[in-house]
């Protein structure tokens, strides 16, 4: 983890981060290198998340180092954010993605509760919600619908949609995004933790629960 000290804290910028995976294919075209942001704003009934609710949890990881990892991290074309709410860090999340992109061209793929075709978002949304906008590629709204929930592959629930802010995934979304792909999930286990990448079936999800009862998770 990168974790920071309070003198670190003081002096460098961090973000609020419950996790992240090196490289995956489960959250996006291609190879991605994946964070979850700690802290939410919705209550999504069903939420495979909701321990990254809570704002205190998680830790800091400052930006600098976190965009280091990433753009050394030459195997992956981009980078998935989810979380938690990342555009309750908009500006930090700006920040860490110009960092990266000063050092090599990364694609950008964001999950987000928040509608972009909700106008008061735009306006009064959370600070620097717009630049964050702009540096993505690609963004997933909506919140998660447990009703809605059609096993699409990627896409927690049918209400949630594609917003191509470049084209830069335009031909791949088609598929890599279909009904017609079986929902797959990696789960991770380690002394300190139990992650789950990807928007799993029922089953795995099942799985998962059984495997990480009684033990001690950071998601």
């Known amino acids: 983890m990168l974790k920071t000290n309070q003198s670190d804290s003081q ?3 961090t973000i609020r981060l419950s996790h992240f995976v090196r490289s995956s294919q ?19 009934i069903g939420c495979l998340a909701d321990k990254m609710r809570d ?6 990881a400052l930006v600098s180092q976190l965009a280091g990892l990433i753009y050394s991290s030459s195997d992956t074309e981009g980078i998935t954010i989810s979380g938690g709410e990342p555009f309750l860090q908009a500006q930090k999340l700006t920040h860490l993605i110009r960092a990266v992109r000063l050092r090599r061209d990364i ?15 735009i306006k009064n949304g959370p600070a620097g ?6 540096c993505c590629d690609l963004i997933i709204d909506g919140q998660y619908k447990q009703s809605l929930d059609d096993d699409r592959f990627g896409i927690g629930s049918s209400n949630q949609k594609l917003n191509f802010i470049t084209d830069r995934y335009r031909e791949e979304a088609e598929r890599y995004y279909s009904s017609q792909r079986a929902r797959k999930a990696e789960i991770i286990l380690s002394a300190s933790q139990s992650i789950m990448v990807g928007v799993p079936s029922e089953r795995t999800l099942e799985l998962f629960n ?3 009862s009684g033990c001690t998770e950071d998601k």
């Open 11 to 13: 002096e460098c910028e």
């Open 26 to 44: 489960l959250l996006g075209p291609y190879k991605r290198f994946v964070i979850w942001v700690q802290g939410c704003c919705f209550s999504c």
């Open 55 to 60: 704002s205190a949890g998680g830790y800091d």
């Open 107 to 121: 694609g950008v793929i964001l999950y987000t509760g928040f509608s972009l075709e909700d106008p008061d978002f």
């Open 129 to 134: 919600a717009n630049e964050l906008i702009r």
């Open 210 to 212: 059984e495997l990480t």
